[in-house]
């Protein structure tokens, strides 16, 4: 049968024990979440107790039992007895008692006021203390998108928490209340600088995978967490993907000209015409693509460089060759060409309803093309004045027509060399630019009726246009020798 300890024989033996439990807090909770102390309405005779707060079920979702121990300073061996306030009766009832022990301990899943008396006449103990045990939910459930577009998401985090506990005053038992609160922050891992701190934020849509943390903090700066990760097989309701909002981006890579590497930039680029650039696609979540060129101060000309659409490919285009002419010189317009092309990119992201709607997006880049003026020899002493047809060292065996750097940039070329007596013995001539691919690289020292030229003095003439209309005449003369 319980024991019941009554109100009056409890006020005299809480007051017998708080000093010792004020200082020592010989009766605690281990495995306690957060803790903070009562505020009796007669805290003058009462003193303070601990209230402990444990949060179960776990971030794992197992129920928590409270591990309750008493002791003593040094553990003196002592008869111990377990007590339970009963909230209708206004009484303890005994839960459990231990002999001869130095240290007890107690295990409940109940909370409440619990009550510990520890006693040993031999050594005249007879002490009491009390502490409060609160058992309540404190986590999040779950994070969910409610809502995504192409501008932002719709977060939502799901939580429980009890933030109102009961206790007692324990000489008139009055009912008293400790109220917590709690806050809750988030965090992510990708570029987002501020979410703001309520239950449902609204985030920039992202265009790659981003995982969400919310924190629940309480009043006593107890937290728990909880993720979720947003990537592209997340769906909606209706299996649409979540992450729909796409970024454009590119770089180019100019294979010719000052700057021919073959090296990515984000910058303007500078190659020779007629060749051009290789656009690598950097975009982010993105399925279709039309790209943009333009070189006229109103955005429009009849050039075919000024559109390039793409944009019907059933498979994302990860980079383009772009081949591009410089424009035209005419000293006659009255339109003032830029030097430089803007490169605009328009990127679709994935379908995210029943009507097929994508979202999109455009990056412009100004002057991200700036095309080099053709460059070409204009005098002779920039072209070699001596060549040996024999030489395998030294010497090119070779009279070049240009350096091996320039010549992408003539369209026209033509050359015609004669000897000391006005007879023409070698001519070329490519009015197309292909005399680059086809692997031409000079005069050989043959002459255009067959068997080699015998040393001497020689003379030519070059003509060349470039692909910007600018033309060239370039005489000159060379020693070849064997």
């Known amino acids: 049968m319980p024991v019941k300890v009554f109100l009056f024989v409890l006020a005299l033996i809480l007051t017998s024990g708080f000093g010792l439990n004020k200082t020592r807090a010989q009766l605690v909770v281990s495995n306690y979440n957060s803790l903070t102390q009562t505020n009796y309405v007669n805290k003058a005779t009462l003193g303070t107790d601990s209230i402990f707060i444990i949060y179960s079920p776990d971030n794992n979702g197992f129920e928590i039992e409270a591990q309750l121990r008493a002791s003593l300073p040094g553990n003196p061996l002592v008869d111990v007895t377990w007590y339970r306030l009963n909230e209708t009766t206004l009484q303890f009832d005994s839960l459990s008692m231990q002999t001869t022990v130095g240290v007890s301990t107690f295990n409940t899943n109940i909370q409440g006021g619990y009550m510990v008396r520890l006693n040993n006449n031999a050594l005249s103990i007879d002490t009491t203390f009390v ?20 501008e932002e998401l719709e977060l939502r985090a799901d939580t429980l928490f009890e933030n109102t506990f009961r206790y007692f005053d324990l000489m008139d038992f009055t009912p008293l209340t400790f109220t917590n609160s709690a806050s809750l922050k988030w965090t992510t891992d990708s570029d987002y600088s501020f979410i703001p701190s309520v239950a449902a934020p609204r985030v920039k849509a992202p265009v790659e995978p981003v995982t969400f943390t919310a924190t629940i903090t309480d009043a006593l700066n107890y937290s728990r967490s909880f993720s979720n990760t947003v990537d592209e097989y997340k769906t909606d309701r209706d299996g649409y993907p979540i992450i729909r909002a796409v970024k454009p981006n590119f770089k180019g890579i100019a294979l010719s000209g000052t700057e021919g590497s073959s090296t990515a930039k984000d910058t303007t ?24 060129f333009y070189n006229h101060p109103l955005w429009q000309h009849d050039q075919a460089d000024t559109l390039l659409a793409v944009s019907e490919s059933y498979e994302p285009i990860d980079s383009i060759y772009y081949i591009h002419p410089a424009p035209v010189y005419n000293p006659e317009s009255v339109v003032e060409y830029k030097e430089g092309y803007d490169v605009k990119l328009f990127a679709w992201g994935p379908v995210y309803n029943a009507n097929n709607d994508r979202c999109m997006d455009t990056i412009r880049k100004i002057d991200f093309v700036i095309v080099d003026t053709t460059q070409f020899p204009s005098k002779r002493e920039m072209l070699p004045n001596v060549f040996n047809p024999m030489s395998t060292a030294g010497n090119s065996p070779t009279f070049y027509f240009l350096d091996k750097v320039l010549p992408v940039s003539v369209k026209y070329f033509s050359i015609k060399i004669y000897n000391r007596w006005g007879n023409k013995v070698y001519e070329y001539e490519d009015e197309d630019g292909s005399w680059t691919e086809d692997g031409v690289q000079g005069w050989d020292g043959n002459t255009r009726l067959g068997g080699m030229a015998k040393p001497g003095v ?10 910007d209309g600018r033309e060239f005449k370039v005489p000159g003369y060379v020693h070849l020798f064997y």
Do not use: M
């Open 131 to 150: 502490a409060w045990l609160f058992i309540e939910d404190f986590k999040i459930t779950d994070i969910r998108v409610t809502q995504s577009t192409c």
């Open 269 to 292: 680029v500078r190659p020779e015409a007629p060749h051009g650039v290789w656009f690598v696609n950097d975009t982010k979540n993105g399925e279709l693509f039309r790209w943009h």
């Open 458 to 467: 020689y003379y030519y003439v070059i003509l060349a246009q470039g692909w």
